[in-house]
């Protein structure tokens, strides 16, 4: 069961689904699936990013690592460390969340002296950043004169880290359906009575030649019937953050697979999430615009997007491996204190079990002009899957 909205939850969601009406009705009545996410996710004042609703934290929709523990933060922090030291430069994080990923760096960069020259933060929601400033406004001033809100990326390429921490999920997608003979795309439309709906037609030639592209990679063919995802956006959003670094690492950070584990026939129904009130589900259509609609990363997509782009694959690996290898053993090892220890060995097994967050994340370390192994894939190298 889900929590009753309020009035003006509802008055929203209503505002949401009338403007996805009129879209499906101009669109001879069949909205992509891609479209109803930028509507409903990103459309100014109405999508879920863009609205004022909390997302993070007890209070929100979901709960991501940042917010879990500053454990998280720290390992990052580590790994910018190392390549600040060869790069130079600085941080840029894009989609902030809530702040606190930025704080726990910052807050780790300065307790190892290696501050870098400014700490940029990428944010599309003008209400995100508006809670990012809140949060941080109460970091020592030192911290806060690193920080600086940018509305787009920087037009002369930048040395240092580009950090995006569940960004790619959120990125929009389409949905397919393999067919008896032909490749479907999934769609919204309208029933009878005026209710959003989801239903099918003939994909274009374009998105037929992409899924033909993936099934000749994969080891087993598909069966009709099996859904899921695509999201075409990585090669040109790559691609945009390649164009963006001089020198230095772009950090991802997101759930997801290589493409062979990613559209394994036993996943026959996609990797599609949807996120209320922390409650997870696969209801597309409830609630427009109040709920986040994500879905896994496709990591072998990146890493082509990558290579592409000019950008070397330096290193994938698992978020516990990652975290590991950046010290969170020996971090949770030097706190004496049995209550504070205990509280922040139950929040590192959050981030490490295989059952919580820990196997199901992935972290994947694109390059240019660090030739260094990075310290955060010592322990895993899993590009080899990719």
Known sequence: MFPALSPDMAEHSARVAAAVRARIQAGNGWLAFDEYLRLVLYAPGLGYYSAGAEKFGPGGDYVTAPEISALFGHGIARQCAQVLEVSGG????LGAGSGALAESILMCLQEMQCLPAHYDILEISADLRQRQQ?????????????IRWLDALPTQPVSGV????EVADALPFKRFVIGADAVLERGVGLSPSGHLIEFDRAADVLLSREITRIATDLPDAWTPGLRSEVCLL?????????AALARGTLLLVDYGSCRREYYHPQRAQ???RCHFRHRAHDDVLLYPGLQDITAWVDFTRVAEAATAAGLTVSGYATQAAFLLANGIEQELASVAAPVEHAKLAS??????LPGEMGESFKVIALTRGVDAPLR????QDLRGRL
């Open 270 to 272: 996609g990797t599609v």
């Open 376 to 379: 955060g894939f010592a322990y």
């Open 347 to 352: 929040q590192a097994r959050m981030l490490l």
């Open 162 to 165: 580009i950090l995006a921490n």
């Open 90 to 93: 600085g941080v840029l994080e």
């Open 234 to 242: 990585i090669e040109p959003w790559i691609a945009a953050l390649s």
């Open 134 to 146: 809140q949060r941080l406004a109460a970091l020592p001033a030192s911290l806060r004169a690193c």
